[in-house]
């Protein structure tokens, strides 16, 4: 049993299916519409996808940018341009930027193919009795299920992380991200060269890049604050709010601003969890946000999440006891989920300090994250 549709759920769930290994998704949203901007998806998680059978398919949603770029906040010169990117040839898999509801629909559509009852949507998951060799979960309708396993991959504010574990808060970590898309048709021919680039100045800065067919821009404006007030995590923004956090900065900046989707512009505040020690108590584990949510200045947090789906679909089909299946997957999952949230929040400080060529991931910590290969990693 799993419960939560996001990235991280869907993946576990096509893994175990691809092994055997039935499975049900619980899923408390009354449809799988999904609220979302761009994805990138570097090639630790391609590779996983790949495993999963969707090259193809990931092929005609995803767009493999051609050269990468880090750009003056003001002046909007480019500091450091790496054409020579080839992702496939240096760490075996393609690096991918995506809409995210494009890969969802990919997934759910995939998963519901192989089996039509696998995903249970207005399943708002309430609690849960370990009973021996089972478990039993419960959801707000009063319904009931039981299996052998019961996995949280139910995000950031995960109900089964309290339940497990201690009860607490996510705290707000001082930064907002604005997510907007821009159609290319909107801006002055030529602006968006190369394909992906990110603009760094002090306590902000702007990461873009082309997604569905590069038609749209996808940005992520992320600025320091000191409080967030709203009581929603992520909120919809009006353009002269980032356009007024952005002021001064290079015109491409402002024009992809200036010209975002109407309705197309939203304001996440970003919100931590302190990492734990353990996850798994018997038949009960979490996975993704819900085990390790992190700060998005590596672009990692769906990337670890589908990892974690693959390595734990591995273990539960390669391991007779559900519980040790557990305890492997754990052991070989948190010490690189834990590592690479420490990495996102220094990235963070890096990214916030002096513009310059220094804010780009370190190539030691590139190698680090982009090697790790979930299909044959020890488990
Ligand atoms: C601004 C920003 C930019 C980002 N950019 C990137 C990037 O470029 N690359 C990258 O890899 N990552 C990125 N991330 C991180 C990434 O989006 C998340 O880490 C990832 O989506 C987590 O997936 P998940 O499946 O663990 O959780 P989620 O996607 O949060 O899914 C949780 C699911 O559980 C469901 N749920 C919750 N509670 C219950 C319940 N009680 N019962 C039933 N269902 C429930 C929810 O409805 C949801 O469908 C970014 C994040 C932010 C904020």
Redesign the pocket.
């Known amino acids: 049993m799993i419960?939560?549709?996001?990235?991280?759920?869907?993946v576990a769930a096509l893994g175990l299916q691809r092994h055997g290994v039935p499975c049900r998704v619980?899923?408390?949203?009354p449809s799988l519409d999904e609220v979302g901007?761009?994805?990138?998806?570097?090639p630790n998680?391609t590779r996983v996808l790949i495993a999963l059978g969707l090259r193809r398919q990931l092929g005609r949603i995803c767009n493999s940018p051609e050269a990468l770029c880090t750009k003056h906040f003001d002046t909007g010169e480019i500091l450091t341009l790496d054409e020579s990117v080839n992702y496939e040839e240096q760490y075996g898999a393609p690096y991918y930027q995506v809409h995210?509801a494009d890969l969802h629909t990919l997934l759910t559509e995939t998963i519901q193919g192989n089996d039509a009852q696998a995903i249970r949507l207005n399943?708002?998951?309430?609690g849960f009795e370990s009973r021996g060799d089972s478990v039993e979960a419960r959801?707000a309708d009063g319904s009931r299920a039981s299996g052998e396993v019961l996995i949280g991959?139910?995000?950031?504010?995960?109900?089964?992380r309290d339940l497990l574990w201690r009860p607490g808060k996510p705290h707000y970590l001082g930064y907002v991200?604005y997510?907007g898309l821009t159609p290319v048709d909107r801006l002055p021919e030529g602006l968006i060269a190369p394909s992906s680039a990110t603009f760094s100045g002090p306590g902000r800065h702007f990461t873009r890049y082309l997604i569905r067919g590069r038609e749209l821009v996808n940005y992520?404006a992320?600025a320091q604050r000191a409080e967030w007030t709203d009581e929603s995590w992520f909120v919809g923004a009006g353009i002269d709010e980032v356009l007024e956090s952005f002021a001064g900065w290079a015109p491409e900046v402002l024009h992809i601003i200036g010209n975002t989707q109407e309705e197309r512009c939203h304001k996440?505040g970003?919100f931590g969890r302190k990492p734990l020690p353990r996850w798994t108590r018997e038949r009960v584990t979490l996975?993704?946000?819900?085990a390790h949510?992190?700060l998005?200045f590596l672009?990692?947090?769906?990337?670890?999440?589908?990892e974690d789906g693959f390595v734990l679909a591995r273990a539960l089909a390669e391991c007779k006891d559900p519980a040790i299946a557990l305890a492997r997957y754990e052991a070989a999952r948190l010490p690189r989920a834990n590592e690479t949230v420490e990495q996102s929040a220094a990235q963070g400080e890096r990214k916030h300090r002096k513009p310059g060529p220094g804010d780009t991931i370190h190539e030691f910590l590139q190698t680090r994250l982009f090697t790790y290969d979930a299909t044959s990693v020890a488990v």
């Open positions: 419960v939560g549709a996001g990235l991280g759920g869907l619980f899923e408390r949203a901007a761009g994805l990138s998806l570097s998680a995210r399943s708002d998951f309430v959801f991959c139910d995000g950031v504010k995960s109900l089964m991200a997510r992520v992320f996440w970003l996975l993704g946000d819900a949510p992190m998005p672009g990692q947090g769906a990337s670890i999440a589908i």
